[in-house]
């Protein structure tokens, strides 16, 4: 716990200890207040449940759980509390622009947390018998015909849990597919530029990676590409819109090439946020993709997930697909189509991802998300999108370096590098500075092909005077950078906490209380 | 369209500052017979959220919830009373809609969650850390898999006869891709697992041994001598637990040797949701975290040398070591983790302990009733809040005559092992603090007049 400042404040110490000291007597500082963990306030005598006496144990083949746990608990009130006030020291999108760029934080509808907690969705298991629970076929079902439209494609997977899932989803249908064809291709080209899951997703399905470089205006290079492509390539992983946030012109071409030499592209998903209405990935040639319902589909990413990631596929990939799925009766209603029936209905499935059948919560809350913009408003929802990271890139670029400026328009997010930055300073106090300015920082060192890459993604839920407000501040921002200015190198001054020791916790991992 | 702020006018302004004319301009890059001019055919237009919630109600009153009536359904998917306050701070907007905690000077909500997640996963387990989360049970136990073919550069695993079968399926399929070798079949009704035969089918292959505990039929064992005949081979115990609720009262895996401990989360805080979104526990020995999957949050210190969590050991993961990475895993059960953790902190250890013993009564009671109904026999020596029953006659088709007369009595095991014919007539059913008295005397009237 914070040591308590036992002469309370002072006048004089605003200026003399600024905003870093402990100057109040409780460590807080009016509505900005610290909170100890739950083991240092807690007790294992202590509940938030009521519950009926109890008779002891039983059945337990001698295996009752005799020494302590170690579990503290909290009254119900001093639970809310503890919980309203972490969640304080938190940024969020319902608090302001949250630009991480790859990330699509836009506005999360409230109508999407209420349907999903309808007693029909939220309550039902999983194995219930298929005939109580034809609704939640149903949704499933609805949401896939609608990514099936959307992306121009054959068929959708919707079991895989995030968007790394769906990459393993869509890698293992071409695995399958080439041993069906009686091929032993082990390699993947995948960009430099790819986010860490498009390689760790190839490496996890045994296959080995090599890159695809790129042409100075941050694009595949499709001749080189041209140049690797043999009997020995399984297949491309290629992200459109590209985390330069450029769209892949060659897309077509490229898949063309590579269909020709006999592999699959696999198209990474994550960006189709920009062209979501306008564009089907389905007319480039693509044979499987995931689709980031977090992103793209507006469902929470709640501190780190649940994601839910589908994958549509080609009808070259479709045979391949993964166990469960919900199938439309001839005769009406819906069946689920698991191991037992793949025989005949499935035969050359690749397998199961997860138990039971993929993510529902997110399921429900996505197709609330769709219906309610319908494929008018999805199309507007990819050009705001777009427009919003367009008037981005122009408004800044004249204060920080955009590497692909000169590209073109940009897709939903902007890209800028650490170029022309004073002595010392770096992409890193660009970022806490923003924090201070009351934004959360743009994704920053990502992607790997931009020195200090600094990623920004509006969305296409920022008003123009939101945008206004932030142009400002980053400008100001950058002014500082290139200036020099020490107190950047400090920031953030008024967060919770002001930089923190990563160096010194990943040498001493303290993962678990030890008290 | 009411979630888009941008008016008419401010486009117009804005594509002027940008230079273009239209955005038809900024769209430019895409070749133009991939481009779409007008609204996709065939989908319809936006709707109000009236109209919407009407849509999704319609199909939410197609399904029979849980709570409609008796409700006795397991098998990796528990249905516990889930405190009102929980769903509550969960839905409080600075956790809903943040990210992953990569800027930890304004993430020390999650963060300092995510460190108290962790610490009573550990404790719960029996373990020294745990992670962040994953997806689920069955993906964290192939994950387990993994690191133990890493740890032990070995790539044999023994599934024991009592894990869940999605678990060995999922199991099944990645190792048909990755050439691991996986040894697994399916449980005896009459018999219990030849813990025997596992421990001697252990060899200088072998990189793990997995065991499942309470066991797919409800059945709990002590893993310990397997734990030290794993030891003795250089293999590790793995062991998977799909309703946690259980080690209120039972002994946990950790405690018993077991190197890895993965599990299903979704009993505490998280609800049934129809299969997901869950939450995957994953602990370990402390030796072994250099080599887990996922996030890992740590404790540290600010600048001016205040206590402070941050994600840690990231050189692990895929964003760093990309193709070299202990996993592919990206975006978790973050919000999952949250409600596990609220739902645990509420219970407490001694709550935890009263709700556990109330399950288990509520099921020993339902078991002695059951049992009475004419030609159904408790298999199960020892149990939680789950067992198996054997019936006179094939459990799929009484559970779909139970369904008709409201009752969801149980998953058959026709279900959960279809071509097994020695399964057949074999019903796991769960009990839990939810279910009443009136219930249980409902399904048991009700199984009786169904297999007369
Ligand atoms: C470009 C890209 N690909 C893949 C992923 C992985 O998705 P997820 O985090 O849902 O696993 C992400 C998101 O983080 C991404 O930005």
């Known amino acids: ?9 002072r006048p004089e110490m605003n200026a003399a200890g600024g905003a870093d000291d402990n100057v109040t007597f409780t460590g807080n500082r009016a509505l900005m207040l610290e909170e100890p963990l739950i083991f240092e306030i807690g007790s294992t005598e202590t509940t938030g449940v009521d519950f009926d006496e109890a008779a002891s144990a039983g059945d337990l083949g001698g295996l009752a759980r005799s020494a302590p746990i170690g579990l503290p608990g909290l009254s119900e009130s001093e639970t809310v509390r503890h919980y309203t006030r972490l969640s304080r020291q938190n940024y969020a999108i319902d608090l302001g622009l949250f630009p991480l760029g790859s990330c699509t934080m836009k506005h999360n509808p409230r109508l999407n947390e209420k349907v999903a907690r ?9 194995l219930q018998p298929q005939e109580t629970v034809q609704g939640a076929y149903a949704v499933i079902h609805e949401l896939a015909e609608w990514l099936v439209t959307l992306t121009g494609m054959h068929s959708v997977a919707m079991s ?9 989803c869509g890698i293992l249908c071409i695995k399958a597919a080439l041993e069906a064809r009686g091929e032993d291709r082990r390699v993947l080209l995948v960009p430099e530029s790819a986010h860490g899951t498009n390689p760790a997703t190839a490496a996890f399905a045994g296959f080995s990676v090599e890159d695809i470089p790129a042409t100075s205006e941050g694009r595949v290079d499709l001749a080189a590409l041209k140049a690797r492509l043999g009997p020995d390539i399984a297949g491309v992983m290629i992200t459109n819109p590209n985390t330069c946030g450029l769209f892949e012109r060659d897309m077509k071409a490229i898949s063309d090439a590579v269909h020709a030499v006999g592999g699959y592209v696999y198209c990474d998903g994550a960006n189709f946020n920009a062209i979501v209405g306008r564009v089907r990935p389905g007319d480039l040639g693509v044979d499987a993709m995931h689709i980031n319902l977090h992103k793209t589909f507006s469902t929470p990413h709640g501190g780190g997930g649940p994601g839910s990631g ?5 009808e070259a990939l479709a045979p391949f697909a993964p166990l469960p799925f919900v199938a439309k009766q001839a005769e009406g209603g819906f069946r689920l189509i698991e191991e037992e029936s793949a025989d005949e209905q499935h035969p050359q499935s690749f397998g199961r991802m997860t138990a039971f059948h993929g993510q529902m919560g997110m399921f429900t809350r996505a197709l609330a998300y769709i219906l309610s913009h319908g494929a008018d408003g999805l199309k507007q929802v990819a050009e705001d999108a777009v427009l919003n990271a367009n008037y981005l890139l122009r408004s800044l670029d004249d204060v920080l370096d955009a590497p692909f400026g000169a590209s073109g328009p940009c897709m939903h997010e902007a890209l800028f590098s650490d170029r022309g930055l004073a002595e010392g300073f770096s992409t890193l106090d660009i970022a806490k500075g923003l924090i201070d300015e009351g934004y959360h920082p743009m994704t920053v060192y990502f992607p790997l092909v931009v020195h200090g890459a600094m990623l920004v993604e509006p969305t296409e839920t920022e008003s123009k005077a939101v945008l206004d407000q932030f142009i400002g501040a980053l400008r100001s ?3 500082r950078a290139k200036n020099g200015d020490p ?14 020791d990563e160096t010194g916790a990943a040498r001493k991992p303290v993962l678990a209380w030890e008290g | 369209m009411r979630y888009l702020p941008l008016t008419p006018d401010d486009r117009s302004a804005m594509l002027a500052t940008i230079g273009a004319a239209s955005i038809d301009d900024l769209f430019a890059d895409v070749p133009a017979e991939a481009r779409l001019d007008g609204p996709i055919a065939g989908l319809p237009p936006h709707a109000s959220e009236l109209a919407v919630e009407r849509h999704m109600g319609a199909l939410a009153r197609r399904n029979r919830a849980a709570g409609d009536g008796p409700f006795f359904l397991g098998a990796g998917a528990y249905r516990h009373h889930v405190p009102a306050s929980v769903d509550h701070l969960i839905q409080r907007g600075e956790f809903l809609t943040a990210y992953t905690p990569y800027q930890p000077e304004i993430a020390q909500g999650t963060l300092q969650m995510l460190f108290e997640f962790q610490s009573q996963v550990a404790r719960l387990l029996g373990t020294d850390v745990a992670n962040a989360s994953m997806y689920d049970g069955s993906t964290a136990c192939w994950e387990a ?10 790539a044999k695993a023994l599934l024991s006869t009592g894990v869940h079968p999605h678990y060995r399926s999922v199991a099944r399929t990645m190792a048909k891709y990755t050439g691991d070798v996986l040894v697994d079949g399916d449980p005896a009704l009459e018999a219990g697992t030849d813990w025997a035969a596992l421990a001697a089918a252990i060899d200088k292959d072998t990189s793990c041994v997995v065991v499942q505990y309470p066991d797919i039929l409800g059945r709990i064992d002590d893993m310990t001598a397997l734990a030290e005949a794993c030891q003795a081979a250089g293999a590790l115990l793995i062991a998977v637990v799909t309703e946690p609720v259980a080690l209120g009262l039972i002994k946990a895996p950790g405690e018993m040797g077991a190197d890895i401990v993965v599990g299903e989360g979704q009993s505490l805080g998280v609800g049934l949701q129809f299969g997901g979104p869950y939450v995957g526990l994953f602990a370990c020995k402390a030796k072994y975290v250099r080599q887990m999957p996922g996030r890992l949050c740590g404790e540290t210190v600010d600048a001016n040398g205040k206590r402070g969590f941050v994600l840690t050991l990231s050189t692990r993961e895929q964003h760093i070591r990309r193709e070299k990475a202990t996993s592919n895993i990206c975006t978790n059960s973050g919000l999952c983790a949250l409600a596990f953790s609220i739902h645990m902190t509420l219970l407490g250890e001694a709550g935890l302990r009263r709700l556990a013993a109330i399950n288990h009564d509520r099921a020993k009671m339902a078991a002695a009733e059951l049992a ?13 809040n789950e067992f198996t029953l054997l019936l006179p006659a094939a459990a799929r088709p009484v559970v779909h005559t139970l369904a008709e007369k409201d009752i969801l009595g149980g998953v058959s095991l026709g279900r959960l092992f279809p071509g097994n014919d020695a399964l057949a007539n074999g019903l796991v059913v769960a009990v839990t603090e939810t279910v009443t008295e009136d219930d249980i005397a409902a399904f048991a009237a009700a199984l009786k007049e169904v297999l007369a």
Do not use: C, Q, Y
């Open chain 1, 487 to 500: 107190a950047l190198k400090s920031a953030p001054h008024f967060a919770p906490r002001a930089r923190l």
């Open chain 1, 160 to 168: 895989p849990k995030a968007g790394a899932h769906g990459e393993l």
């Open chain 1, 118 to 126: 309808m007693s029909g969705f939220a309550d039902a298991h999983p």
């Open chain 2, 145 to 154: 898999i993994v690191m133990a073919r890493r740890i032990t550069k070995r």
């Open chain 1, 477 to 479: 921002i950058a002014m």
């Open chain 2, 372 to 384: 009475k109904v004419p030609g159904v026999s408790v298999m199960n020596d020892s149990f939680f």
């Open chain 1, 310 to 314: 589908p994958v549509v596929l080609s």
């Open chain 1, 1 to 9: 716990m914070t040591a308590l400042n036992r002469a309370g404040w």
